[in-house]
């Protein structure tokens, strides 16, 4: 079983920086992919940055040039520099596993809250 922990989340204002954490519990090499996904209140979870084992990174489009997501596999742990944030923001952010053995895993976060004042 794999335990992804997340941390760095907090308050800030609009405009500022966070950067977010998750660490796991095994060699992130096991995992071919480690997503932040981000959760509003009364809306679904949604897909934010993704890095691949080969270091290959996407974001949805209402990030692109703001957040930065990167993985230090020496240190098995995921990274989500924030910046520019907007109260849209807003929203718990999850780390997201995905492991491939005889069958595609997948693992979560338990999440980090992450508020935006305007």
């Known amino acids: 079983q794999v335990h992804l922990v997340e941390s760095g989340g907090g308050l800030v204002q609009a405009g500022g920086s966070l950067s977010l954490s998750c660490v796991a519990s095994v060699s992130t090499l096991r995992l071919i992919a480690m997503d932040w996904y981000r959760q509003a209140p009364g809306e679904q979870r949604d897909l934010v940055a993704r890095v691949t084992k080969d270091g290959t990174t996407t974001y949805t489009n209402s990030v692109k040039g703001r957040f930065t997501v990167s993985r230090d596999d020496a240190k098995n742990t995921m990274y989500l520099q924030m910046n520019s944030l907007k109260s849209e923001d807003t929203g718990v952010y999850y780390c997201?596993?995905?492991?491939?053995?005889?069958?595609?895993?997948?693992?979560w976060g338990e999440g980090t809250q992450v508020t935006v004042s305007s």
């Open positions: 997201h596993g995905v492991e491939i053995t005889s069958r595609i895993n997948d693992y």
